[in-house]
């Protein structure tokens, strides 16, 4: 693709051999990260007056050629070669092959399970916020069915309900691998319901036997963000008899949520009373010191320790990440990828972190609806990220999620088809009105889809 890219930009700015053969012709893609891609040039000299006369028509050809509008940053050739490998990642490749080694050893029975090797009690950090959910959700992976059943665990979001329960599983698993752990989040359950009840409507008996099965069949039964199924009555009366089953059978059950089952208005008095019967432990935001905590926790999780990133940074997102440790992780990250983005050449210090911070700082009790928020919402729900959406990749997971993103934004916001089109990687307004127009017609036929985006309307707008 390159070289059509350099051949169009030679065209359509009239470029003359010369100015192509020294400047253009020279230039080599080194990498791409996310959205932003990496061009080798041969002398530092030569950077600022690329810069400014052919930045902008590159980045056109490029979009136009690739359909992603990438930041372009130039790195020049003539450094030695240590040098150069600090512009590279550092040591992202044997991470990433470290990181695949780990996951092949996960062993396949806790994927059977749906879960995430990195949520363990190991990497949990323990503080006066969630001590009590801890000490809770360990004495009911030691001895499942033994001691709170069911084990409801309550708190904000990205504050390690799913971490903890993940954690339980793990542990039970890891100790006896012949236990049935299943985890789902309440949608799959919900989703598996619909489509049971939908093949056993066209006469297929089996389709619920082998969905009661799949449920009642467990020694340990988690459930994650049961606040998504109240209010769908078909729904709490299944997992009404689920509970039922599992629990006279001293089975397992774990709840999370975002609110005790007293406030939660909509839940049906029996389902609420039975959620009580156990053990109720809610998580809190955390202090200073677990915020501190998890940070160091991560920093050597991810091995960034080669970063050296100083104690007063830190301490900055410490103090000015509150009350969401998804974001506290997300600013560490961000701050890594900045530092990377501008060639390693600023130094990782506050005024980079607070670069980082920028967006997240923002109180989020008058959070406004954005197309920048949907997106995000989206992006953290299907598990895809952000640049995947944007960029020109058509997999049906992606193309999916990015029109399920178009159709959120057009309802939910008013933001212009052309802009929610940008916002997504530069795409035009009738690609944004056709994907509109699918969702909204998928909608109305696919009870899973429309379950599905429910969900993610009540996560971006949970009042
Ligand atoms: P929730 O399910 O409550 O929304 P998660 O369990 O998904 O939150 O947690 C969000 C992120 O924060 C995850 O990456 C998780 O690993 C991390 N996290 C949450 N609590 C802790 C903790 N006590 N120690 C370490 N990491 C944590
Ligand atoms: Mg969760």
């Known amino acids: 693709k390159w070289e059509e890219i350099i051949q169009k930009l030679k065209v359509e700015y009239f470029l003359s051999n010369i100015s192509f053969e020294t400047w253009i012709r020279p230039l080599e893609v080194y990498d791409i990260v996310d ?100 000490a809770a959700s360990l004495a009911v992976a030691e001895s499942p069915g033994e001691v709170y059943n069911p084990l409801f665990l309550y708190g904000g979001v990205g504050l390690g309900k799913t971490h903890l329960m993940h954690s339980v599983a793990h542990y039970i698993l890891d100790k006896d691998p012949s236990k049935k752990v299943l985890y789902v989040t309440s949608e799959t359950f919900t989703n598996e319901l619909i489509d049971a009840i939908r093949i056993g409507k066209t006469g297929n008996e089996l389709a619920m036997t082998s969905f009661r ?43 999370s949520s975002d609110k005790p089952p007293k406030d939660m208005e909509t839940l049906e008095a029996r389902l609420r009373t039975r959620f009580e019967w156990g053990l109720i432990a809610d998580i809190s ?3 200073y010191e677990t915020r501190m905590a998890i940070l160091y926790k991560k920093i050597e999780i991810d091995q960034l320790e080669r970063y050296n990133i100083p104690n007063d940074v830190i301490q900055y997102i410490a103090t000015n990440i509150k009350s969401n440790i ?24 506050i005024t980079l972190a607070s670069e980082a911070l920028k967006d997240l700082i923002s109180p989020d009790e008058n959070r406004k609806v ?27 997971e992606i193309a999916n999620a990015r029109q399920i993103a178009m159709y959120l934004c057009r309802k939910m916001t008013d933001t212009p088809l052309k802009t929610i089109g940008l916002l997504l990687g530069g795409r035009d307004h009738s690609t944004v009105n056709h994907g509109v127009d699918k969702v909204s017609n998928d909608v109305e036929n696919n009870e899973t889809l429309s379950n599905t985006i429910s969900i993610i309307k009540k996560k971006i707008n949970p009042v």
């Open 35 to 134: 959205d932003t891609l990496y061009l080798s040039i041969n002398f530092k000299a030569s950077i600022e007056h690329i810069q400014n006369k052919y930045l902008l028509p590159l980045k056109v050809c490029i979009a136009e050629v690739t359909g992603v509008e990438y930041d372009i940053k130039f790195i020049p050739k003539d450094v030695s070669q240590s040098e150069m490998e600090t512009y590279r990642p550092s040591g992202e490749t044997e991470y990433k092959e470290e990181i695949k080694q780990k996951h092949k050893k996960v062993n396949h029975i806790a994927e059977q399970a749906n879960l995430n090797s990195k949520y363990t009690f190991d990497t949990f950090v323990v503080g006066g916020n969630n001590n009590f959910a801890h």
């Open 213 to 255: 099965d799949k449920y009642r069949n467990n020694d340990v039964l988690l459930i994650d963000d049961v606040q998504f199924i109240i209010g769908k009555e078909s729904t709490q009366e299944e997992f009404f008899h689920t509970f039922n089953h599992l629990h006279n059978a001293g089975k397992q059950i774990i709840i």
């Open 285 to 287: 935001a955390p202090d």
């Open 326 to 349: 998804r974001e506290l992780e997300g600013s560490l990250n961000k701050l890594i990828a900045l530092y990377r983005i501008n060639n390693n050449q600023k130094e990782i210090d």
């Open 370 to 396: 954005t197309p920048e928020l949907i997106i995000d919402v989206v992006s953290e729900h299907f598990n895809i990220p952000i640049s995947d959406l944007k960029s020109s990749k058509r997999n049906a």
